[in-house]
Structure formats: C-alpha cells, structure tokens
C-alpha cells in the first residue's frame, strides 16, 4: 500500500484483521511538499513540534507523516483524525488514547530520508523502523558498541562492500524489535539477535536472559526502495503482511 499522491485521502471502514499487519510507504518526496493540507489535519502540540525543526524539508517530512498517521488511523476506527488523542510511552512511542481503541488498533511510525512507513495492526504490537542507507558512519565501531557477538561476527563476515548495507539491515530488525517490544531503554540492543541475512522468514534468532521471549514476536525484512533499509516486527508469529 503506497501514498505518493497529494491527494490522497483513505476510504473510511477498511477491515483489519487480527492475523494482520498493514504497512503504508510513504514518498515524502512526492506528497510532503503539500504542507498546508498536512497542517490542518494536525493538532496544536504537533504543530509546536513540527515548528522545531531547523530545516524545512524536515518539518514537511514530519508534518506529512503524522498528518497522514491521523488519516490511516482515522478511517480504520471511523474517527475524525483530527478528533484522535495520542499517549506516549517511552522513547516517546505513541499509541492512541483508551477511549478510541487504544489497545485494539495498534500502530508504529518510522521515517528517514524521503520515505516513511507506517504500521497499524489490531490488538498486535508492532514495531517499524528505515533507514537511508549511508557511508559516511563508522559502522564497524557503531556495531562494537550496540550489536551483539553473534551480529558483530556476521557482519565482519559479509564482502567489503557488503557491509554498509548490512549495518543498517541489522540496525532496522533491531530497532523494529524495541519498539514494538516497548521496553525502551530497559532493554539493551545487545541483548537479542537478529539475522542480516536478506532470505530470513523470521530474522529474530535469539533472546536473552529468557531464550523463550524469542517465540513471542517474529520479525521481517520489508522492501523499502533502493537506498533505504527496513524491518517490522510484530507479537507473535500468526500474522501475515499485507503491503
């Protein structure tokens, strides 16, 4: 499912299963630039942050993508999205409030770059994330500090060139899995593993100190475009992705 028109507007009472994950791509480069129609869609404190932002293209990306959170989410539970409250855990993860199916309809957000993605499943939780992929980090000293052995090695055992893109395909699993987790920063990036590899059905590997927890959610590549990276993971292993 992709939004790369300005015009976009969703059709209300679209069926979300219970064994699904919908995923939305948004081409911020294509649909951001309509800022006035994202902006009155958001509520006062999304504006205050949305005016934080130094640059413009990033205050248009974040407009668009949480104007277009609200739409989504509006027509999946029959709500006026600006009419939606949102909640926020930590690492500022937002859920929608009680009163309008917090708890039932479940949600993630990731962007970077040009693109967004947008995750909504029901009574599921649900984690997101992309990256642009790019060179200039030091994605060997990064993965020595926040990977674990088992992706530190895997990583070290990928071709020269190869090892760019699969940082950030291991880094998206892995932020994929905390932020569906919830857990925040109680739970260390180190302390699960996640496959690099591109062909995994499930590139959760391991989890510690409880190996069972690893049975609990189920994590997959997701096909973001070229340049950019991106994972979703989602509770359990019963839920099919619908794209």
Known sequence: M??????????????????EVHLWRVYLDKVAVDEKRWRAQLSQDEITRADRFHFDSD??????????????L???????PKELTFLYGEREKPSLAPSLGGG???????????????????????????????????????????FSPTEQRALSSLEPSEQCVGF????????????????????????????ISSGEKNALLATRPRASDAALWSICAVDAGQG????????????????
């Not at 015009?7 to 219970?18: A, N």
């Not at 770059?113 to 947008?118: E, Q, T």
């Open 74 to 80: 509006g027509a999946y539970i029959a709500c006026d």
């Open 104 to 146: 039932q309809v479940e949600f993630n957000v990731s962007h970077s770059g040009a693109r967004a993605l947008i995750a909504i499943a029901r009574a599921r939780a649900v984690g997101v994330d992309i990256e642009q992929v790019r060179d200039n980090l030091d994605h060997q000293a990064l993965a020595k500090r926040f």
């Open 168 to 195: 950030f395909r291991c880094w998206t699993r892995k932020e994929a899995y905390i932020k569906a987790h919830g857990s925040g920063l109680a739970l260390p990036l180190n302390a699960f593993d996640v496959s």
């Open 228 to 243: 950019y990276e991106a994972a979703l993971c989602g509770r359990g292993s019963d839920w099919v992705l619908k794209t």
């Open 59 to 72: 205050r248009q990306n974040f407009t668009a993508t949480r104007a277009l959170l609200r739409m989504l």
């Open 2 to 19: 992709h939004i790369s028109d300005v015009t976009f507007q969703p059709r209300h009472g679209w069926s979300l299963r219970e064994n």
